[in-house]
């Protein structure tokens, strides 16, 4: 057993968890790990694709030839893992992700909620205690970013604790996707800031990072920026039509390829970044930096266990713009196939096939275009916040008198205002008229009070016992509002996700590398259980986890 350092048992003290029930690390000479072998290794890899349903693996695997092929081909595949809670987003996601547990533990409900102390909206990693650090010279990030709102340790927190040798290297283009994946401390936490330039966070360093430093003073985003976006193969061999009538991207794109990183004529210089990210350039480049990045700390390659989070965000980006069935995602998918493919190559020659292994998940899927759908006879369509604060309010004035008493909604999540709240407290059924008001609306399937949603965890009903798994105390709105299936809540985007539906909440658990054997496993699992298998390969415990060691792919 690895003894635990000063450093590590402070944060076990800070997350409260017993030493007692902490296992350590294994090295070259302990005993047989989860996987019965006497090599753990050394590298512990888990790769994000941000926005990927479950069935991409099956639907658009015929394009695939590098990466992604590989991951379906010699990993071990769960084909029936779903998250298990209702707000299926990229923060939420990331963080049951990175801690194995899910929001009524690690407390991240949404990307972004509102504060009722401060009375406004805010990021999950929002942190005005520190300040963004921006690589290349560009203008630091309007906030900070951290995870001071993350109630639960890290896969990674967990691994520097148990040896402080630990190297933690995480990146995305989203902060709240590498930071969920880091916790509190890293080596290298790294993302594309609103800036439009590389980033990170005084909370986990003082200084720019040398090596991220130097890898992109040689790589200029820059340098894509007359590159055209085309598909990769004949127009032939994807499916469905190229230019859905629904679809809405942004306006320097048509819904047709080609699609031009500076955008069409008139196009402002600064549109680039926003379309560069949009592509599957973004995810190359994401892919070249974790390479450079493995090799630089030379991840896996010392006496040590290292962690490496890379999040790759282009599909979820492609996807909210042109829809899951569009052209521009199974194209995202062939590059990103290839980029995997470059990853895990020279992580094979760099840190060995057999000394590092790969977690692979995404942080949600994602629904059809409602339109779309309508068109076919479906029942669909959006259900905007702006129309449920209306609903409510009005029910509300005609109930109790002049307001406000709504003080806002957040998709899911509709917030009183404290004299409603503290009404609602003590006489519960002042809430009935806006429950009853917000129910009848087009679109609503159930509407659910906050104060009773922490006892239906274990309900019987799934989207009671979804909507429980999404609940937070302090933080939840008082009223959770669960839409009908493909209805979504939002008209910014053509398509988007969050909801208890399969087409959200069913996404892909893979694990490739030596401790596993290949093959589809019909076992329910998770998200939340692929950082606590990845652990249990290295010896280390996850006490207070909500996921579970999927011991039926271990050898």
């Given at each position: 057993?690895?003894?635990?350092?000063?450093?590590?048992?402070?944060?076990?003290?800070?997350?409260?968890?017993?030493?007692?029930?902490?296992?350590?690390?294994?090295?070259?000479?302990?005993?047989?790990?989860?996987?019965?072998?006497?090599?753990?290794?050394?590298?512990?890899?888990?790769?994000?694709?941000?926005?990927?349903?479950?069935?991409?693996?099956?639907?658009?695997?015929?394009?695939?030839?590098?990466?992604?092929?590989?991951?379906?081909?010699?990993?071990?595949?769960?084909?029936?893992?779903?998250?298990?809670?209702?707000?299926?987003?990229?923060c939420?996601?990331?963080?049951?992700?990175?801690?194995?547990?899910?929001p009524?533990?690690?407390?991240?409900?949404?990307?972004?909620?509102?504060?009722r102390?401060?009375?406004?909206?805010?990021?999950?990693?929002?942190?005005?205690?520190?300040?963004?650090?921006s690589?290349?010279?560009?203008?630091?990030?309007?906030?900070?970013?951290?995870?001071?709102?993350?109630?639960?340790?890290?896969?990674?927190?967990?691994?520097?604790?148990?040896?402080?040798?630990?190297?933690?290297?995480?990146?995305?283009?989203?902060?709240?996707?590498t930071?969920?994946?880091?916790?509190?401390?890293?080596?290298?936490?790294?993302?594309?800031?609103?800036?439009?330039?590389?980033?990170?966070?005084?909370?986990?360093?003082?200084?720019?990072?040398?090596?991220?430093?130097?890898?992109?003073?040689?790589?200029?985003?820059?340098?894509?920026?007359?590159?055209?976006?085309?598909?990769?193969?004949?127009?032939?061999?994807?499916?469905?039509?190229?230019?859905?009538?629904?679809?809405?991207?942004?306006?320097?794109?048509?819904?047709?390829f080609?699609?031009?990183?500076?955008?069409?004529?008139?196009?402002?210089?600064?549109?680039?970044?926003?379309?560069?990210?949009?592509?599957?350039?973004?995810?190359?480049?994401?892919?070249?930096?974790?390479?450079?990045?493995?090799?630089?700390?030379?991840?896996?390659?010392?006496?040590?266990?290292?962690?490496?989070?890379?999040?790759?965000s282009?599909?979820?980006?492609?996807?909210?713009?042109?829809?899951?069935?569009s052209?521009?995602?199974?194209d995202?998918?062939?590059?990103?196939?290839?980029?995997?493919?470059?990853?895990?190559?020279h992580?094979?020659?760099?840190?060995?096939?057999g000394r590092?292994?790969?977690?692979?998940?995404?942080?949600?899927?994602?629904?059809?275009?409602?339109?779309?759908l309508?068109?076919?006879?479906?029942?669909?369509g959006?259900?905007?916040?702006?129309?449920?604060?209306?609903?409510?309010?009005?029910?509300?004035?005609?109930?109790?008198?002049?307001?406000?008493?709504?003080?806002?909604?957040?998709?899911?999540?509709?917030?009183?205002?404290?004299?409603?709240?503290?009404?609602?407290?003590?006489?519960?059924?002042?809430?009935?008229?806006?429950?009853?008001?917000?129910?009848?609306?087009?679109?609503?399937?159930?509407?659910?009070?906050?104060?009773?949603?922490?006892?239906?965890?274990?309900?019987?009903?799934?989207?009671?016992?979804?909507?429980?798994?999404?609940?937070?105390?302090?933080?939840?709105?008082?009223?959770?509002?669960v839409?009908?299936?493909?209805?979504?809540?939002?008209?910014?985007?053509?398509?988007?996700?969050?909801?208890?539906?399969?087409?959200?909440?069913?996404?892909?658990?893979?694990?490739?590398?030596?401790?596993?054997?290949?093959?589809?496993?019909?076992?329910?699992?998770?998200?939340?259980?692929?950082?606590?298998?990845?652990?249990?390969?290295?010896?280390?415990?996850?006490?207070?986890a909500?996921?579970?060691?999927?011991?039926?792919?271990?050898?």
């Amino acid at each position: 057993m690895t003894r635990v350092g000063l450093a590590g048992l402070c944060v076990l003290l800070l997350w409260g968890h017993p030493l007692s029930r902490f296992h350590g690390v294994a090295s070259e000479h302990s005993p047989q790990s989860a996987a019965g072998t006497t090599s753990p290794p050394r590298l512990l890899v888990i790769v994000v694709v941000d926005q990927m349903r479950f069935e991409y693996l099956d639907r658009y695997s015929s394009l695939w030839s590098a990466g992604l092929k590989r991951l379906t081909t010699e990993g071990a595949v769960f084909d029936q893992a779903f998250y298990p809670y209702l707000n299926t987003v990229t923060c939420a996601g990331h963080a049951t992700i990175g801690t194995g547990t899910f929001p009524p533990t690690h407390g991240i409900i949404m990307n972004e909620w509102w504060q009722r102390s401060e009375r406004r909206r805010a990021s999950c990693t929002d942190d005005p205690g520190v300040t963004s650090l921006s690589y290349g010279g560009g203008s630091a990030d309007r906030v900070g970013h951290s995870t001071s709102r993350l109630r639960a340790p890290t896969l990674a927190d967990r691994l520097r604790a148990a040896s402080p040798t630990a190297r933690v290297v995480t990146l995305s283009m989203k902060p709240r996707s590498t930071v969920m994946m880091a916790g509190k401390a890293a080596t290298a936490v790294t993302w594309f800031g609103d800036s439009n330039a590389w980033s990170t966070s005084t909370a986990y360093t003082t200084r720019l990072v040398p090596e991220v430093e130097a890898f992109v003073a040689h790589n200029p985003v820059d340098r894509d920026r007359h590159e055209v976006w085309e598909r990769t193969y004949d127009t032939g061999r994807y499916q469905g039509i190229d230019d859905e009538p629904s679809e809405r991207p942004r306006p320097a794109w048509t819904p047709r390829f080609p699609h031009p990183l500076a955008g069409v004529k008139g196009t402002t210089p600064l549109e680039f970044y926003n379309l560069w990210e949009r592509s599957p350039y973004s995810d190359a480049y994401l892919g070249k930096m974790a390479a450079a990045q493995s090799r630089s700390f030379q991840l896996g390659q010392r006496d040590a266990v290292d962690f490496l989070g890379v999040s790759f965000s282009a599909v979820d980006y492609v996807g909210h713009d042109f829809g899951p069935n569009s052209h521009e995602v199974q194209d995202a998918l062939v590059r990103l196939d290839r980029t995997l493919g470059d990853l895990f190559t020279h992580l094979d020659n760099t840190v060995g096939r057999g000394r590092y292994v790969v977690g692979f998940s995404s942080d949600h899927g994602v629904a059809d275009i409602p339109e779309a759908l309508r068109r076919g006879g479906v029942d669909a369509g959006r259900v905007l916040n702006t129309s449920v604060q209306k609903a409510a309010e009005a029910a509300m004035v005609a109930a109790h008198g002049p307001g406000p008493h709504v003080a806002h909604v957040e998709y899911t999540n509709l917030y009183l205002t404290d004299a409603a709240r503290a009404r609602a407290a003590a006489v519960p059924s002042s809430l009935t008229p806006l429950i009853e008001a917000v129910s009848k609306m087009d679109g609503v399937m159930r509407v659910f009070r906050g104060d009773g949603l922490a006892q239906g965890r274990a309900s019987a009903d799934a989207i009671e016992r979804a909507a429980a798994l999404s609940y937070f105390a302090g933080e939840s709105g008082d009223v959770t509002i669960v839409l009908k299936p493909n209805w979504i809540g939002t008209d910014t985007s053509t398509t988007t996700h969050g909801s208890a539906q399969p087409y959200d909440q069913h996404v892909p658990v893979v694990f490739m590398g030596a401790p596993f054997k290949p093959g589809r496993y019909s076992t329910p699992a998770t998200p939340a259980d692929l950082s606590v298998t990845l652990a249990s390969l290295v010896g280390l415990a996850m006490p207070g986890a909500d996921g579970k060691v999927l011991t039926q792919a271990l050898r």
